[in-house]
């Protein structure tokens, strides 16, 4: 069993920056991929970033490259998505979600999802 918690959302005023937490625990030692989705009201979740645990290697989605940043700090089994530029477009629920193989746009790959942390950008 693998359990995903995210943590860091909030309200943030446009132009300004957050930082994503997701802390993994459980059997995670098979979760060769993890990354982060998103959800706004009224649309289906797209795939945001993600990262390969064991190389380093990151996927970004177009909208959010080069102002949005996936980390990882393997020690503390822990994912992080650092924000920054924060646009009202960004508003939504993001999802830490894992994978065992190397993917990253098809949510299918990613069976293992965190509860969400909302991030609300204001004006």
């Known amino acids: 069993q693998v359990q995903l918690v995210e943590s860091g959302g909030g309200l943030v005023q446009a132009g300004g920056s957050l930082r994503l937490s997701c802390k993994a625990s459980g059997r995670t030692g098979d979760l060769y991929t993890r990354g982060w989705f998103r959800q706004a009201p009224g649309k289906e979740p797209e795939f945001v970033a993600a990262i390969s645990w064991t190389y380093g290697t990151t996927y970004y989605e177009d909208s959010v490259k080069d102002r949005f940043t996936i980390s990882r700090n393997s020690g503390e089994n822990t994912l992080y998505l650092q924000m920054n530029s924060l646009k009202a477009d960004d508003t939504a629920v993001y999802y830490c979600?894992?994978?065992?193989?190397?993917?990253?746009?098809?949510?299918?790959?990613?069976?293992?999802w965190g509860q969400g942390t909302q991030v609300t950008v204001t004006l």
């Open positions: 979600a894992g994978g065992y193989h190397w993917s990253t746009r098809n949510r299918a790959d990613f069976p293992v």
